[in-house]
């Protein structure tokens, strides 16, 4: 499992990397960009996903210590609270694409060339420097939309865990799907966190 | 699953040499210190550092991340085997981005 793991670094650690170095070249349109980014949302997602991991790892100790209705008990809170992430995440997506901040046709930069038209304490952005914050999106629904696809795989296996679970299989000393289930889990966890400061957090220009 | 039930030569799973079973107390403390640090990284971000304002924010994230895998995933218990690999996969990732990023600072930008 950790040999899979560490292909999964290299995985996002690419869209990352692409991450560091276009933030370094159109900084302005990135603050801009992640200005329009809930804290509220996003924070309320990171500490729901620390929950979820929380009651994985709970899990592994259920059926450490082989208590069957307590397994499946974590099971069910990990994956409800998987859930809920993924609802707010579709909410946020969908905020997106009701103020044209999707990357494509559909985008419109005016916000960011004359925010103050919008009400938007920002600073004004030279049009080139505004389609850049295209850029900005397309990452942030790259790097959140690949990340959520994870969680949805995870979503599948710990139903499938669950039904396995009930039959018992995982209360008799054998713990390795569940541990290697929550190292997957855990791992996509570790993504989120560095997600959130990254695309959240850029610059919420402190005193403005 | 039932060849799983009774392997005291441990056969079927030797990473599992001393298999450690981590508390729930142990569990609820790092549950505690991640809802923490992550109000902190939040209020950190309100507050202008200047050019540690990243920094502070990746250093919190890095933080949060070797908590989670020294204990949620096990590996403060584990064996050196296994210790050597999550390592040596941080340590590859990094020496790839200072390869590319020394390309990159490296580059003319702008000048041809």
Known sequence: MWLFLLTEIMFFGGMFLAYLLYRNWYYDAFVVGSNQLSIPLGGTNTAILITSGFFMAMAVWASEVRKKGLLLLFLVLTTVFGFIFLGIKYVEYHEKWEKHHVPGFHFDVSEFVNPHAYGLKEKPLAPDMAQKTQIFFSLYFALTGVHALHMMIGIGVLFWLMWRARRGDFTDGYVAPIENFALYWHFVDIVWLFLFPLLYLINRHPGA | ?112
């Open chain 2, 1 to 112: 699953m039932t060849q799983h039930h009774h392997d005291p030569a441990n056969v079927t799973n030797p990473e599992h040499a001393e298999h450690h079973v981590v508390p729930p107390s142990t569990y609820l403390m790092v549950f505690g210190t991640l809802l923490l640090f992550t109000g902190l990284t939040v209020v950190a971000a309100y507050i202008d550092l200047g050019i540690l304002n990243p920094v502070v924010a990746l250093g919190i994230a890095s933080f949060k991340a070797v908590v989670v895998i020294l204990f949620f995933m096990h590996v403060k218990y584990q064996s050196g085997l296994i210790k050597m690999t999550v390592g040596s996969g941080f340590f590859a990732f990094l020496i790839l981005t200072t390869l590319t990023l020394s390309d990159y600072i490296s580059r003319a930008w702008g000048l041809w």
